[in-house]
């Protein structure tokens, strides 16, 4: 079932407005049975006026028991199906450091590894070669010249880059050429479909030129590629929702999955105050706006219950400049969990709350975890959370007569 | 969407044991509005103390207002979506009697009837034979020959029995020769499609020849064929979830439903305690164990309430075997309600637990519908509960980056 089989139907233009106030991995867990979760622990006064006037419910970002990464994650927040709408890990990994794919385009997930005398891979990630050995590196196979293929190539972290390419007739359906064992060398690229061919040409002939530039690495004098994929098609918010949107936020990763589905990235804040003076000041010419407030997910991921109560604080702290320019629909909520216990995105339920003028309040007064059980928005699939948001924005009809 | 190319992609090893402890027919109702159903009146300290460290849920076993056969009930928890995978009833049957289908075989569930001298029913269960007596009848009819199939004729219990076919060009769609009254004769088979034509001869002469075998019978003078199915095919638990799984059931059905999925069988265990003893036997041997216990499902189909609180304490009672062998997840449930109001099995939401390290708790005090209405599992479709398994087992990696 497309969602957007509906909202493209039913979708009405009006002047309201909606936010999207995304904490990443805003769900926790308590640090012993029974007691509070991180949301539950921090000192919420705005989020919890919010969720008193407000209505409550626990997100599912894909299915229960399903743990996402970024992309599945932002996909559900942003109403497309995760299930439907798969991102290729190359495209995700260009996507993150702010590569604005094109049609045709293939991107490559692709790392620096260590050959012995043989050839055959001794380290699969160089030897953790640090960021700042790594990117002079990925710069200096710019050097690589294909006849017929512009080929870009991106610095990204440590042994990590990004290989782009981009030309006629190129297809993403190739083989990984990481063996994922050490003592045999790179795998060769290999097509999985017919079409992907002249991928699979292009990448060899660019390992090749790409180790010769190499040979006289002591670590990185290899390299090798993964996640071969094409630009994801994904239709616009303004296709299925007749929405005008934009996205605020720091990371790259975030930016880009906006970009994908069309939303127009936004100032350039390092901060959350950042973010909301960015807000207010392009708060007239849109109709949606996604802020994305990294740091919830980066504290738990750290494992740091304190320091993600903290930020979850400091989000908290923000959302009296959103409530000052009285958005008609308000949506606080995660793209997953991350429980400082588990230091790893997890498959719990995310603690959600959309605050809108005919939104049925729930009697839940407080935002957290086991409130949102309570709420009024049950449990549901995250993919329906945009529905949600047009409707108590009076911005889709009736369906059927 | 098949929810197994999500666990068939994503499952992780690791050394974690779940235990799926299923009372049968486990959820109930009140003897009068609200009043407390069954659960809710036994006395279950230690499902209690499971419920409070735990995480609850009311889980639908197909869909909402759909009662479920023992078949559909067990796939459901075993992570088989219900209504995409079908068990036919002789099927299930001959699973049910630990007959190993092969492909292409065709499983009959057959029933001794009493048929008077003009060849009419008399009594469709002939005068409800004794096992003692029906069972060397059954073998018997083993002395039936025809060309080119062989076939297996098989004791059941009192006066059914199950009959497979086995040979080149079977196929299962045939019809029930059971006319379900008395006063007719038996109804011949019936082909339902071309390809099941030769079965329905075979059906036939089978008939015939057993018809004679038994022609000197007083009681159990003929029989009727009915639910004529192939073997299911269903993917194993190893291929599914990556799990080394073991049935412990006394009931010939629940290991044959739990044979279907892959798992062993284990032990000749008559009681609940000689399961447990079976359990702390193989503990280090399997990852996952499905304990099967039916007396909650046969005194509901009696009818008789307090029989079922009785049977439920005794349930309770065996839990703190399998606590004190601390497995990693330990989920109790039922394959769907059998209420001693209804005699009957119901449509009505399953009462469900699941303690974990990393469940997130809900605030629930005791195990019962009720509560379980307020668990953080909300209501769910029972196909997920796998899923939830592997998670809390984490067993199951991260979706997409």
Redesign the interface.
């Known amino acids: 079932m497309d969602l957007h089989r509906l909202t493209r139907e039913l979708h009405v233009k009006n002047s309201t407005k909606i936010v999207m106030y995304v904490g990443d991995g805003l769900g926790g867990?308590?640090q012993q049975?029974?007691g509070r979760?991180e949301l539950e622990t921090a000192k919420t006064p705005n989020l919890d006026a919010l969720a008193k006037a407000g209505v409550l419910g626990?997100s599912i970002p894909?299915?229960?028991?399903?743990?996402?990464?970024?992309?599945?994650?932002h996909l559900g927040l942003f109403g497309y199906d995760?299930?439907q709408y798969?991102?290729g890990?190359g495209a995700?990994?260009a996507t993150g450091i702010g590569f604005e794919l094109k049609e045709g385009d293939v991107a490559i997930r692709a790392n620096f590894c260590s050959l012995d005398a043989k050839g055959n891979i001794s380290d699969r990630r160089a030897g953790r070669i640090p960021t700042e050995e790594s990117a002079p590196l990925a710069i200096k196979l710019r050097a690589v010249k294909i006849p017929g293929v512009e080929v870009f190539v991106e610095p990204v972290k440590e042994h990590r880059f990004v290989v782009v390419l981009r030309g006629a007739g190129l297809h993403g359906s190739v083989q990984d050429t990481d063996p994922q064992i050490t003592g045999v060398p790179p795998l060769d690229p290999v097509a999985s479909d017919s079409q992907s061919k002249k991928t699979a040409e292009v990448a060899k002939e660019f390992v090749r030129q790409a180790r010769e530039l190499l040979k006289s690495e002591t670590k990185a004098n290899g390299l090798t590629l993964r996640g071969f994929s094409g630009k994801p098609a994904l239709p616009s918010y303004e296709e299925v929702y007749g929405l005008k949107a934009a996205a605020i936020a720091v990371y790259p990763m975030y930016k880009g999955l906006a970009r994908l589905v069309g939303m127009d990235i936004l100032g350039k804040a390092q901060t959350i105050a950042e973010q909301m003076t960015v807000l207010e000041e392009h708060w007239q010419k849109y109709d949606f706006f996604f802020i994305h407030y990294k740091y919830t997910d980066s504290t738990g991921e750290d494992g740091n219950f304190d320091s993600k109560v903290k930020r979850i604080e400091d989000f908290d702290a923000a959302v009296s400049r959103i409530t000052a320019l009285k958005p008609d629909v308000l949506i606080v909520t995660g793209d997953h969990s991350t429980?400082s216990?588990?230091a790893?995105?997890?498959?719990?339920?995310v603690p959600t709350l959309l605050s809108a003028k005919f939104c049925r309040t729930d009697g839940c007064e407080r935002f957290g975890?086991?409130e949102c059980?309570?709420g009024g928005l049950?449990?549901f699939e995250a993919k329906h959370l945009m529905t949600l948001a047009l409707a108590n924005a009076q911005r889709l009809g009736k369906f059927g007569a």
Chains 1, 2 share one sequence.
């Open positions: 867990l308590p049975p029974g979760t626990s894909v299915l229960p028991g399903i743990s996402p990464g970024s992309g599945p994650g995760p299930l798969m991102i890990r995700l990994e429980p216990m588990l790893s995105h997890s498959w719990h339920p975890e086991s059980l309570r049950g449990q």
